[in-house]
């Protein structure tokens, strides 16, 4: 059962950990939801409210598109757009391919500002969690940003959304499609849920994810029970919580899911597998014991799969299938 996973500790905790859309404004000030750029709502023509509760008014429609993470990219593509920069990442796994011809502009904890400005975007479609900080700076070349992230199935969905007015195009099919894969999931679940831990992993360094996770809200989706649901979020992090073992044990996971971030991905599963077969505590749980250890990949878990979100909730279901036989 197991697969391999690399995912980046930043990316994944910084996607997947913010409490949730908050009202700034482009300088990171919470007090107002105004853009930077001097347009007003009246000399507009397309006005965005974007996940971080941001209001962005446009004075022409955005044409020249920059994203700045794979999710955004994709449902771009997905509702007929395109764009002419993007993230910078090994061409393997750029999607759609038609993407591969856009520049490659840094990713949202490295941005190349002077390449980006090269590319004169209307518009910069960046992380809400990641990016906020770099508004100002990127806002100042002229073009102006609507930021999106996901803690939730239902926040892919608004996603969808406003990417779809901010191109003039219609996400009612792509939400379908997501409702629909939970709804059959729902519907193909017939025995008991499994007890499960999902846990982001590296040396020394464990967490929890909590079902107001993305990860966390796939999981109970695909028919899982988080046998963490009632841990205390850490700070700053609220989406993920310290692990106690003590109530672990108590609860008896009969699956654990590893999200595997930092150092050699390998080396990193084989020594947590090591721990918890050594450890009397872990030893004594039914996941341990049936070595029902699996490994997520990290396109589908690592940060917002976006489109892609139906094929993470049937991986996770399959997973679990498997240990309920």
């Known amino acids: 059962m197991k697969k391999i996973l690399i995912i980046s500790l930043f990316s994944l905790l910084l996607v997947l950990a913010a409490c949730g859309p908050k009202d700034v404004n482009s300088s990171g000030d919470t007090s107002e939801t105004t853009s930077k750029q001097k347009i007003s709502k009246e000399a507009a023509v397309l006005t965005i409210t974007d996940m971080a509760g941001r209001t962005v008014n446009f004075a022409k429609k955005p044409e020249r598109i920059i994203t700045l993470t794979n999710s955004d990219m994709g449902i771009v593509y997905a509702l007929g757009g395109s764009v002419i920069g993007r993230q910078t990442m090994d061409a393997s796994g750029v999607e759609p391919s038609a993407a591969l011809k856009a ?15 090269s590319l004169t ?43 779809a007015e901010l191109l003039g195009k219609d996400a009612t099919n792509l939400q379908k499609e997501i409702d629909q894969k939970v709804a059959e ?3 193909e679940q017939t025995g008991k849920a499994v007890r499960a831990l999902l846990i982001l992993g590296a040396p020394g360094s464990n967490y929890a994810a909590l079902p107001n996770s993305l990860s966390g809200d796939i999981l109970e989706k695909a028919g899982g029970v988080n046998v963490a649901k009632d841990f205390k979020g850490v700070e700053n992090f609220p989406q ?6 003590e109530k672990i044990v108590e609860s008896d996971p009969e699956v654990i899911f590893l999200m595997i971030h930092g150092g050699d991905e390998k080396e990193t599963e084989l020594a947590f597998q090591k721990e918890m077969k050594q450890n009397d505590a872990w030893n004594s749980t039914t996941a341990v014991k049936n070595n029902n250890i699996v490994v997520l990949p990290a396109d589908l878990f690592g940060t917002n799969p976006g489109i892609r979100i139906t094929k993470a909730l049937d991986y996770m279901a399959n997973e679990l299938n498997q240990v309920s036989k």
Do not use: F, M, R
């Open 121 to 163: 975007p209307d518009v910069i479609i960046a992380s809400s969690e990641q990016n906020l900080k770099d508004v100002p700076a990127l806002e100042g070349i002229g073009a102006q940003v609507v930021l999106t992230g996901a803690n939730s199935i239902a926040d892919i969905k608004k996603q969808e959304a406003i990417l």
């Open 103 to 117: 520049t490659e502009v840094g990713n949202t904890h490295d941005l190349n500002l002077e390449k980006i400005a």
């Open 185 to 187: 999931i729902k519907q």
């Open 240 to 245: 993920y919580a310290s692990l106690n073992i």
